[in-house]
């Protein structure tokens, strides 16, 4: 569920714009992409729509040592006060179940949480794969990263663990500290300490779909082949045609029963028939979501 709001990729030397159309959106999309191999500024433009739309959607493509992968001190403030939160949580839950010698209930209230977390993440990536644009007022960002992510999956395993969690990490704050602060039952906190705790390393998981098996560390693998994080097979199944499976970011419990369901493309017509709004993977092909396999470049900083 990346969930995410990430800094857009930086600008490079050269630029080639494009439109990327999302059909019956009432707006128009553009994307650039970057390459560093000249020092002259080219810009070629391939169509007569006015680049001043108010939706444009400008997408750069990243390098390898990018400045915006690394971490920044705010972004480790927020991925520490969000895993502080989650740690208040799992406390008063422990403390709890000590204090009343019952632990059957907050473990298996922490055992939902692992499962609709998963779901969680999986009706959040959806919703920002397929809605909205970069100027949505508070998911834009995040609208605007995951179409990066699209067209450059590598630069999640490029990017710093707190930049990676930041934007989850702040969410999870928000939510989970007024929790901490009014309630105390252990079986509501073995919920919300588990179910938080995976929402916010959703996108660590995510990033570990990503990596090859010989750059994880063995008890990763383990996991990811347990079937208890994503596994690299299953993510691979989101960045390939049709675009439109295999959503959730956690474990991927729920990615077989929501495809085989077609619980997305159920929840897409009822939108579609109800706001009259298309989803992005409803248009194929879709420049949106196809990865760009030139090798990018390396600069040094
Ligand atoms: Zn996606
Ligand atoms: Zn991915």
Redesign the pocket.
């Known amino acids: 569920m990346?969930i995410l709001a990430q800094h857009k990729y930086p600008l490079s030397s050269r630029h080639h714009v494009r439109t990327c159309r999302i059909p019956s959106l009432p707006t128009r999309l553009y994307c650039a992409t970057t390459t560093t191999t000249t020092t002259t500024t080219t810009i070629t433009t391939t169509t007569t729509e006015p680049r001043s739309s108010p939706d444009r959607l400008v997408i750069e493509r990243p390098i390898l040592n990018d400045p915006a992968l690394a971490s920044t001190w705010s972004h480790r403030a927020w991925v520490a006060s969000g895993c502080t939160t989650v740690l208040i949580s799992l406390a008063k839950a422990t403390t709890g179940a000590a204090e009343s010698h019952m632990w059957l209930e907050p473990i298996l209230a922490g055992v939902v949480g692992y499962i609709l977390a998963d779901l969680g993440s999986g009706v959040y990536?959806w919703g920002?794969?397929n809605y909205g644009s970069a100027s949505t007022p508070l998911f834009g960002t995040q609208i605007e990263a995951?179409q990066g992510?699209?067209k450059w999956p590598w630069t999640i395993t490029r990017r710093h663990f707190a930049n990676n969690l930041h934007a989850l990490a702040r969410a999870v704050t928000f939510t989970v500290l007024p929790l901490d602060l009014v309630f105390n039952d252990p079986i509501f906190h073995g919920f919300v300490a588990v179910c938080s705790g995976c929402i916010m390393f959703s996108q660590q998981f995510h990033a570990w779909a990503h990596t090859t098996k010989s750059r994880l560390p063995p008890l990763v693998v383990a996991l990811q082949d347990a079937g208890l994080l994503v596994s690299r097979s299953q993510h691979a199944a989101?960045?390939r045609p049709p675009?439109d499976n295999n959503?959730c970011i956690v474990s991927g419990v729920w990615n077989e029963f929501l495809d085989k369901q077609k619980a997305f493309e159920a929840l897409e017509m009822v939108l579609f028939f109800k706001l009259g709004v298309r989803p992005r993977s409803w248009s194929d092909p879709n420049s949106d979501w196809i990865e760009e396999t030139q090798t990018p470049q390396i600069t040094a900083h």
């Open positions: 990346s990536h920002i794969d995951f992510h699209h989101h960045h675009y959503y």
